[in-house]
Every structure is written in structure tokens, then in C-alpha cells.
């Protein structure tokens, strides 16, 4: 079950990845001048998914017991 969590918590990583990256692009399309505001706000907002990703590979391997 373990495999398959971490699997789907991946995928739900990649897609909120992808969608902010789609956000921010979309957004600097718009506002060639806002671009400095973007990057930031997006980059955090990357940092974030990341973190929430490695919590959930590494509290869910340590909490693993076979």
C-alpha cells in the first residue's frame, strides 16, 4: 500500500508543479511588466509543493513498518 501512496502523492506533486508553472506563465503573458512579482510568488509557491512531496516520502517510509 505503502508503493502505491507515495506513487499518487507523486503524481498530485507533478500536477500541482505543472499548474503553477501554467499560472505564472499565464500570468506573465499578460503582464510582461509583472514579471519580477511572479517568478518570486511562483518559485515559494514551487518550494512549498516540494516540501509538502519530501514530508510525504520521508514520514511515510519512516512510518512504514513491514
Do not use: D, H, N
Not at 502505491?4 to 501554467?22: E, P, V
Not at 511562483?42 to 517510509?61: C, D, H, P, S
Request: glycine residues 16%; proline residues 5%; positive net charge.
Amino acid at each position: 500500500m505503502l508503493p502505491f501512496a507515495l506513487g499518487l502523492s507523486a503524481l498530485g506533486c507533478g500536477i500541482g508543479l505543472g499548474l503553477i508553472g501554467y499560472g505564472a506563465m499565464q500570468g506573465m503573458a499578460r503582464q510582461p511588466e509583472a514579471i519580477g512579482k511572479l517568478q518570486t510568488a511562483m518559485l515559494i509557491a514551487l518550494a512549498f509543493v516540494e516540501l509538502v512531496f519530501l514530508l510525504t516520502v520521508f514520514v511515510g517510509a519512516g512510518a512504514f513498518k513491514p
